[in-house]
């Protein structure tokens, strides 16, 4: 579609879409030329009245809904409120004249959050005491119908979607209206992402309800549709000027409705929308290119059962941030199929109610299409999609045949707040990695699998049961990208799995460590003491070689947890490290990267960000600016963004910035200006603080990200 901006493929439609040229036009004749108040009498009112009316007819006409009534108000949300309120004020009045109604209004545990939401809140307002119940799906979606069945004599109310925006999963409705046959419960039906995809013909139905919005077919937000069945009860809720019928009062959205008219209009001209079979086979043809670029992709709703627009998938090992991260990079518009909060991504509640693992649901991918889609988009769709997977074999998050780029350093994976930590030298090839958790282990030996690295000791700082089995679950998963299985290394490992091959002399002591080219690892246990009980910790420090020279970097495991942060008061600690070496803790839930012994300086997020409207006149004002791109690998791979002539990008992961820090501190402090940038600004706003918290002060991030300053 033209409206497209060719940069950009969108596929997330089941959120939302472009309006469609046609809608457009009518939206804007509507604007500039048939603009009058419905309500008026006058040539320009009735000029409005009949466009509205025109959108109605042919609305009724296509959903099959002549007989019953067919209001437009301002989305599905407006929908499900109207109509639970009817149902609910009806039920009240059955019941004062001592009718039985129920004790229960019953929902689909998929259903959009609109509609428990709803049911709570006029239930509430209503001071109903209905209990409210989500009816049971099975791992694909599907309703539990035995549960409807055993739980329909007690309905007030019924609500079951027609298809699910996440999964695309379609309801069968027909089955469930087998079941309401005898009963007195009213029944909603949410056909928003039905619409325009699948045929629905409402008054062949009980249905006392359906609704619909605007922005999910090429029309533009604000609007919607509320179908009334004939004779189920109706209460406005909204009273005032009384149009609509009063039914539903407010001057009505007059563009919004013959945008959505025209787009009803042209479901039936038979050029604008594909045919189901069409949208079938666009769907398989990108099914084809996931699997491409994400080998083991798993479904998480069979296509059978689901809108042939939508591809609900998962990818082992990945997450749906990393995913969506990736996509975007790529200007490929997809959902991450759970809400995300800066702090923690939530799994999707939709997944959860399928009862899917816990890791399928928290990488799940929603891909959807609007079915107006042409065979051109969904071939320049799948080129990128390919390019995507070529950028994750490159840098090793999938495995492939491509030359992968050697990692070196300190990189740091994490899980929720836990994190892994891999030494890695590529001179030598070889790795060391503290705290495995088994959610990163198959990444691991992926990524070791295809850098060609060894990994020469699988570090613990904990020695308990759990620990030691993650280690040992990672060193099976590695097999021969295990280096330390000779016998005589094997059989001097510790129980925290080190051993050392090297003799190091620090402050004219010999100090045992292990060797990583240039680098060594050296095991400390260090008791902390206080008030508490102390406690003995398992601390790593790694350096390069020069004698005397401070360890650049500890692992400190659960040591900064347990001293709450206070670090700098475990003075056995700060024998052996100095104020510039960058503790690496096994738990973050702050989000703090690195920290320091020396007291922490408190950072103000908003003194530091740089609006990307001032971007251009921060770079002027500071002509040295080196901007940190600290989006990961396969990101950087994918996305060209332009940046004022003359200015110089440096490219540092969030996942490796613990190797950043280590350079921007020991640098003559504060001479360059750092300016951090990331996709959204969530990554890039932790790298500054981390870097301000450490003193660094001549530290900035874009707020927004290249999301806002490309735009
Ligand atoms: N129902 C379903 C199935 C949806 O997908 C959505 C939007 O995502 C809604 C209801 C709510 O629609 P709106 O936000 O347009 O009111």
């Not at 009860?233 to 909204?238: C, H, N």
């Not at 890791?359 to 107006?372: C, D, I, K, L």
């Not at 510790?494 to 680098?519: C, H, P, W, Y």
């Amino acid at each position: 579609m033209s409206t497209y901006s060719s940069r950009v493929i969108y596929l997330d439609s089941n959120a939302t879409t472009p309006v469609m040229p046609l809608a457009l036009e009518a939206a804007r004749a509507v604007m500039e030329d048939d603009y009058g108040n419905p309500s008026s009498v006058h040539s320009s009112g009735l000029q409005a009245k009949a466009v509205m009316e025109n959108a109605r007819k042919t609305a009724c006409e296509l959903l099959g809904c002549s007989d019953g009534k067919l209001l437009f108000v301002s989305g599905a949300t407006e929908g499900i409120q109207t109509a639970v309120f009817s149902a609910l004020l009806a039920l009240r009045d059955r019941k004062a004249r001592g009718e039985d109604i129920g004790t229960d209004l019953l929902y689909g545990a998929t259903e959009h959050k609109a509609v428990p939401e709803s049911l709570h809140h006029w239930n509430t307002v209503l001071n109903l005491n209905f209990r409210v119940i989500a009816i049971p799906v099975d791992s694909v979606g599907r309703h539990d119908l035995t549960f409807l069945e055993q739980h329909i004599k007690t309905a007030g109310l019924v609500c079951t979607m027609a298809a699910n925006n996440e999964t695309g999963v379609i309801t069968k409705l027909d089955e469930i209206e087998k079941l309401l046959k005898d009963s007195a419960a009213y029944w909603m039906v949410d056909g928003v992402q039905a619409l325009g995809k699948l045929p629905l013909k409402l008054n062949q139905h009980r249905i006392d309800y359906s609704l619909f919005s605007g922005h999910k077919l090429y029309a533009p937000k604000g609007i919607g549709m509320l179908y009334v069945h004939k004779d189920a009860p109706f209460t406005p809720l909204l009273a005032g000027g009384g149009q609509e019928g009063s039914l539903r009062s407010g001057t009505e959205n007059v563009s919004g409705i013959a945008a959505l008219g025209a787009v009803m209009q042209a479901l039936s001209d038979g050029v604008t929308f594909r045919d189901h079979a069409s949208l079938h086979r666009f769907r398989l043809q990108l099914l084809e290119a996931m699997k491409e670029a994400f080998p083991g992709l798993i479904l998480n709703a069979p296509l059978e059962d689901t809108l042939p627009t939508t591809l609900n998938f998962s990818v082992p090992g990945l997450t749906s941030k990393e995913i969506l991260d990736l996509f975007d990079a790529a200007d490929v518009r997809v959902s991450a199929g759970s809400a995300c909060s800066a702090a923690k991504a939530q799994p999707s509640f939709v997944l959860q109610a399928m009862s899917l693992p816990e890791w399928q649901a928290a990488s799940a991918v929603r891909v959807s299409f609007g079915p107006a889609t042409t065979q051109e988009y969904i071939d320049e769709a799948c080129k990128r999609v390919r390019v995507c997977g070529e950028a994750l074999r490159k840098t090793c998050m999938v495995t492939g045949d491509i030359e992968p780029l050697p990692a070196d350093g300190v990189i740091q994976l994490s899980f929720g707040s836990a994190c892994t930590w891999i030494i890695a030298d590529a001179e030598s090839k070889q790795c060391c990695v503290i705290d495995p958790l088994p959610e990163l282990n198959e990444r691991i030996a992926k990524y070791m699998r295809c850098q060609h690295y060894k990994v020469k000791a699988i570090l613990s700082t904990a020695s308990h049961d759990h620990q030691v089995g993650h280690s040992a679950q990672l060193r099976s998963l590695l097999g021969e990208y295990f280096a330390a299985d000779e016998a005589n290394m094997l059989r001097s490992q510790d129980a925290f799995g080190f051993f050392s091959d090297l003799e190091l002399t620090r402050n004219n002591q010999v100090i045992k460590a292990l060797s990583l080219g240039r680098q060594y690892v050296q095991q400390l246990h260090i008791r902390t003491e206080g008030n508490q009980a102390s406690q003995t910790f398992t601390v790593y420090l790694v350096g390069t070689g020069a004698s005397n020279s401070n360890p650049d970097f500890a692992f400190c495991g659960d040591l900064v947890i347990a001293c709450q942060g206070n670090i700098e008061g475990v003075r056995n600690l700060r024998d052996y490290i100095s104020d510039q070496t960058l503790i690496c803790s096994a738990h973050d839930p702050e989000k703090l990267l690195v920290s320091r012994m020396q007291p922490a300086e408190p950072c103000c997020l908003e003194e530091v960000t740089i609006p990307s409207h001032e971007l251009e006149t921060f770079l002027h004002d500071h002509p040295n600016t080196v901007m940190i791109d600290v989006r990961e690998p396969y990101e950087q791979q994918l996305s060209h963004f332009d940046v004022p002539p003359g200015t110089r990008v440096v490219h540092v992961p969030l996942s490796r910035l613990a190797n950043g820090v280590k350079q921007w501190l020991q640098g003559s402090q504060n001479d360059e200006t750092l300016l951090f940038f990331c996709r959204t600004g969530g990554r890039s706003s932790q790298a500054v603080q981390c870097l301000r918290r450490l003193g660094y002060q001549n530290a900035w991030h874009v707020a927004g990200g290249l999301a806002l300053w490309q735009h």
